[in-house]
């Protein structure tokens, strides 16, 4: 069984018109999986406590003060709170807590949370890149801590480094953060060198106009065996899909058939390694229908995993 969680709250979060981030963006995912055999499960709240596992008190307070009660709030110039953007955040990083507990409780195979905001541009004490909250970080502190599991692995094929996840895992000895990207590309960090703080990081650029055929062979000769090696006992994906040849905001030529792949790899590592044990997490993907397209195949292979 696959879960499917996600709350109505996260279309609440408004961006300006024009903005790619916006809510078609998750109208257009959840259509795609409208008729696809999912547990479907409503996203709670995430308290100021689980968000303290990953981010201080000063800056989710200092979130909250800047929530207007009308209009936009601009933190950026990408990234934009509005009087619902709190609610949608706090329902997404609640979704990736209950797919953790979901999946490492035996409720679910797998599951994917339909959230946005995205999560993984957020760092200790920063809002960037659309993003609020570090939701595939929290939910790998939590499968640590709360669970208390000894190694978790994220894996972000999102086209766009997660300098986020990165930041809140790089001192954390426990979880192998591996994010392939393009590479120069904004934020402009993950570069080979940034290992973290335990050798526990592993970033892997692709060159602008590379193709699917390109990312699968880096997948092959630096992921695979990094992950046996690491022995995770859960799998997080930061599952973004603009790296897509017709996303507007990159220059990576993958097909949906890349994503398809890729997931499917990812699920046989995870049933090898870990009970099949995945949470994934909706992060970029900015071309509504290969967002959509991306985003179902994406869901197919989980619940195929999860046979």
Not at 13 to 42: M, Q
Not at 101 to 114: H, P, T
Not at 198 to 222: C, I, K, Q
């Amino acid at each position: 069984m696959t879960a499917l969680i996600t709350h109505a709250e996260c279309l609440t979060h408004v961006t300006p018109d024009g903005h790619p981030e916006r809510a078609a963006r998750l109208e257009h995912v959840l259509h795609a999986l409208e008729t696809l055999p999912l547990k479907r499960v409503t996203a709670p709240l995430a308290s100021d406590e689980d968000l303290r596992r990953v981010h201080p008190q000063h800056y989710i307070d200092r979130l909250e003060e800047n929530v207007p009660d009308r209009r936009l709030h601009q933190i950026d110039g990408d990234t934009w709170l509005s009087p619902g953007s709190m609610n949608a955040a706090r329902r997404g990083a609640g979704a990736v807590l209950r797919a953790v507990d979901m999946v490492l409780g035996g409720e679910v195979r797998n599951a994917f949370c339909a959230i946005r905001p995205p999560g993984h541009h957020a760092e200790t004490a920063k809002a960037m890149g659309f993003c609020l909250f570090g939701n595939a970080a929290l939910a790998a502190k939590y499968a640590l801590d709360h669970h208390g599991l000894a190694r978790v692995a994220v894996v972000d094929f999102d086209v766009h480094h997660g300098n986020g996840t990165q930041d809140l895992l790089w001192d954390e000895p426990r979880a192998l953060t591996i994010t392939s990207h393009q590479m120069p590309l904004w934020p402009g960090s993950g570069r080979p060198e940034e290992q973290g703080g335990h050798h526990n990081v592993l970033n892997l650029p692709l060159p602008p106009e590379s193709t699917g055929a390109d990312m699968r062979l880096v997948y092959e000769t630096r992921v695979f065996d990094r992950l046996r090696g690491f022995k995770p006992e859960l799998i997080i994906l930061s599952a973004g899909f603009d790296a897509h040849e017709d996303d507007p905001l990159a220059q990576l030529n993958w097909s949906t058939g890349d994503f398809r792949w890729l997931t499917a790899e990812l699920c046989k590592l995870a049933a090898e390694l870990c009970g099949g044990r995945v949470v994934s997490t909706l992060e970029g993907g900015y071309d509504l229908e290969a967002l959509s397209a991306g985003a179902r195949a994406h869901v197919e292979e989980l619940l195929e995993a999860a046979k």
